[in-house]
């Protein structure tokens, strides 16, 4: 058997655009020989991989699983280079089995979860089926972040906006499960997916927030001479009052309802108006929210650019 060198790797990644470890594995694997290892690179869906990996990919799809007996939970982001192929059915259905399989996992981030085997087949890991997938897709993709919930006492409920440009998990605690509080959460997670709040509830945001914004208002007070003379019991009710309705905006239990009749009825009063129909007790107990390609760099296109590029070349 022929003997795997440096320069065997280094040609055969040259030829193929694989990964460093994968070619020296394919060599192995077939004695050396260049042209099996191309073809088996190739079978593995590993060729070209590497090509495309210095693409930005902030296109893609957020897909939600939950358990069948609601309890567990998880939301995906998986990248694609183009909104083409993130609207490709071959790439929503590797995103829905990206979900199942991130539902069960024991990895607590992404690098463990793409090293662990891909359960629809053991014989490559989770990085190795997504540089398959990268070949024959024929984009650059990233499985970019997932998230679990679980409920011990409740159910979780999910919503996907726009064909998966946002997702919502929302974590509810309850001693009814049935239809009516089902439509609840799902309406707010409609309500987070449109509002995007930064908190659940008044207890998770920070003291050292409230405390800057205060300092900040007050010095806002200051700089108004007109507000500045008032007292000092006024300028507090102020400067809280104002703390109050940013909190409005940016706290999901104090956001107007956004199907409220009225237009003034807050979530938290929805919630206890569902509860109080139902003989239940509620509690929203967290949400998460997944909007595609928040915080990526989106690559600048130019159509008519493109096509002239491809005409001359």
């Not at 210095?54 to 897909?63: N, P, Y």
């Not at 059915?89 to 996992?105: G, I, M, S, W």
Request: include cysteine.
């Amino acid at each position: 058997m022929a003997e795997v060198t440096a320069a065997l790797v280094k040609e055969l990644r040259e030829l193929t655009g694989a990964g460093m470890m994968d070619c020296k594995k394919a060599l192995a694997a077939v004695g050396a020989d260049m042209d099996k290892a191309v073809d088996f690179l190739r079978e593995k869906g590993l060729a070209g991989a590497q090509k495309k990996a210095g693409r930005i990919a902030a296109e893609g799809v957020v897909d939600t699983k939950i358990s069948d007996d609601g309890k567990d939970a998880v939301i995906v982001e998986v990248n694609a280079e183009t909104d083409f192929v993130a609207k490709n059915e071959k790439f929503r259905d590797y995103v829905k089995e990206v979900a199942l399989q991130a539902l069960t996992t024991v990895s607590d981030g992404i690098d463990a979860f793409l090293n662990e085997p891909w359960a629809n087949d053991t014989s490559l890991t989770v990085a190795q089926k997504l540089s398959s997938m990268i070949a024959i897709i024929g984009e650059n993709m990233h499985i970019r972040r997932f998230e679990k919930v679980k409920a011990c006492d409740g159910f979780v409920e999910s919503y996907i906006h726009a064909g998966g440009k946002i997702g919502v998990l929302l974590q509810v605690a309850s001693n009814v499960d049935n239809p009516d509080l089902h439509e609840m959460a799902r309406n707010i997670c409609m309500q987070v997916a449109a509002l995007k709040p930064l908190y659940t509830s008044r207890d998770e945001v920070d003291a050292d927030y409230i405390a800057k914004e205060k300092e900040i208002l007050l010095a806002q007070i200051k700089n108004d001479p007109k507000e500045a003379a008032k007292s000092e019991k006024v300028i507090e009710g102020i400067v809280q009052g104002r703390i109050n309705k940013e909190l409005k905006d940016i706290v999901l239990l104090d956001q107007v309802y956004v199907k409220a009749e009225d237009g003034k009825q807050t979530v938290k009063q929805y919630v206890d108006q569902v509860a109080k129909a139902n003989n239940a007790n509620i509690i929203i107990q967290k949400f998460v929210r997944f909007e595609t390609g928040e915080g990526l760099e989106k690559k600048s296109e130019n159509f008519a650019e493109e096509v002239a590029k491809q005409m001359q070349g």
